[in-house]
């Protein structure tokens, strides 16, 4: 008689009956594998995210120091005559300064003062006339006036920096700003100048708007290139290309360009958009030029799977309602094919937004201040702007290089998300 265990008609035995278990234990043990790596990579993220999180918050956020400033109209307006040569030459430094030294009358020796000058940015008098020039009613009135801290100040007013000791911030500076602060004229405001202002070499000026610009211009650029060329080259490989060595050679080196280290790029754009035919260096135009070709083996590979995913029998109906070949794709095909396809763009858009090492190569890493107007003017992009900043000494550039980081984070989501969000509303399933 044989052991084993009577289930209906079946008869398994033993042996079977302890693989059974062992296979099912392995089986959960694997679930359990999979659910530990899950989260312990979303746990790493999470960290990683959140690392960034707690060191670019605070740089969202700048003190400022509110006076009141007196606007004299005979300097201002002499013989009541605006002029705005008048505005731009005027001696605002001189009206903050006056300003500041009104709460603090003892400050009496030069270095007293100049220690007591330093709590100011240096672009605090740039604002003030910016203000003064957009409403001239301003002249002749006392206005309250906030104006931007130094970054010394704004890291000791956030705990970032300590005084005495040798360090930026002195004893009686630190006194003095106690002393502002429990006057109820020390301010901590949203950094509006984060992403108003270009780049600076002092980080409380420091903003993004040239390295934001310079990035939608490079992405214009990458995608008026990539995309119809990318299409159009998917099209040709999937609809109408003879199955040959030639073709088969073709589709190995675009499946190898997907997977090359975007810096070969850069050295490519190097030695021939610059090198060979002297296009403008650290321009969006040339920028744009060297992640288009990084960009379309992506859009290449997607278009060609989105195209193989549409049905043939919406070709073979066409062909039977006397379609010719070329409406076939472009009427029918094409139009099917469409979502797929927008979305691989915006993935190897995301990707090509978040690059840094090829446009270093072009010279996008130099220091622009100045906002670029057009494809040819000088201009940086956003993981550029971070590289940069990274590599500065002063403690405010470390906050704003995160702060920087979770906006270019915040685009790529939103740019992956918009793909998500394409496929699903448009795509069909046969």
């Known amino acids: ?37 899950i989260t312990l990579a979303l746990g790493a993220l999470g960290l990683l995210i959140g690392n960034v999180v707690l060191k670019g918050w605070p740089a969202f956020f700048q003190t400022h120091i509110v006076l009141q400033i007196e606007l004299p109209r005979e300097d201002l307006a002499p013989g009541r005559r605006i002029d705005d040569a008048t505005l731009r030459e005027a001696n605002y430094v001189g009206y903050l300064r006056r300003a500041l030294r009104a709460h603090f009358p003892e400050a009496k020796s030069r270095r007293d003062k100049r220690l007591l000058h330093r709590l100011l940015s240096s672009g605090a008098p740039f604002e003030l006339q910016k203000l003064v020039q957009s409403d001239t009613g301003l002249i002749g009135q006392t206005i309250r006036f906030a104006a931007v801290a130094s970054d010394d100040v704004d890291q000791f007013a956030k705990g970032h920096i ?10 009686r500076q630190a006194a003095w700003i106690k002393s502002l602060t429990d006057a109820g004229v020390v301010e901590r405001r949203f950094n509006t100048g984060l992403f108003t202002n270009g780049d600076s070499r002092e980080p409380e000026n420091a903003g993004i708007l040239g390295a934001v610009v310079g990035s939608l211009l490079t992405m214009f650029v990458t995608v008026l290139l990539s995309f119809p060329l990318g299409v159009a080259a998917a099209v040709y490989l999937e609809e109408f290309a003879p199955r040959n060595r030639w073709t088969d ?29 002297g296009m403008p260096r650290s321009a969006p135009l040339v920028g744009g030029l060297v992640l288009a070709l990084m960009t379309l083996p992506t ?78 003017d000088p201009a940086t992009v956003l993981p550029v702007q971070i590289f940069l900043w990274a590599d500065s000494p002063e403690r405010a550039f470390a906050e704003r290089t995160a702060a920087v980081t979770l906006v270019l984070l915040t685009f790529l989501i939103v740019m992956n998300f918009v793909a998500v969000i394409l496929r699903k509303k448009f795509e069909r399933r046969w």
């Open 299 to 376: 859009i290449i590979i997607a278009g060609r799977a989105a195209l193989g995913s549409v049905p043939p029998s919406i070709r073979e109906a066409a062909i039977g309602m006397g379609a010719s070949p070329m409406q076939v794709v472009l009427h029918h095909v094409l139009p099917l094919a469409l979502p797929g396809i927008l979305t691989g763009t915006i993935i190897g858009a995301a990707r090509a937004l978040g690059e840094t090492a090829p446009l270093l190569m072009i010279g996008m890493v130099a220091f622009i201040v100045d906002i670029p107007g057009g494809i040819t």
């Open 249 to 277: 050679l073709i589709e190995v080196n675009i499946n190898n360009l997907a997977a090359v280290p975007s810096i070969v790029f850069g050295l490519l754009g190097l030695a021939v958009f610059l090198s060979f035919f």
């Open 162 to 171: 300590t005084a005495g000791g040798g360090g930026r911030i002195s004893v």
């Open 1 to 37: 008689m044989t052991d084993g265990t009577q289930t209906g008609i079946t008869t398994v035995s033993d042996a079977a009956a302890r693989r059974r278990v062992k296979r099912y234990a392995a089986e959960r043990r694997f679930k359990l594998y999979g659910i530990v790596s």
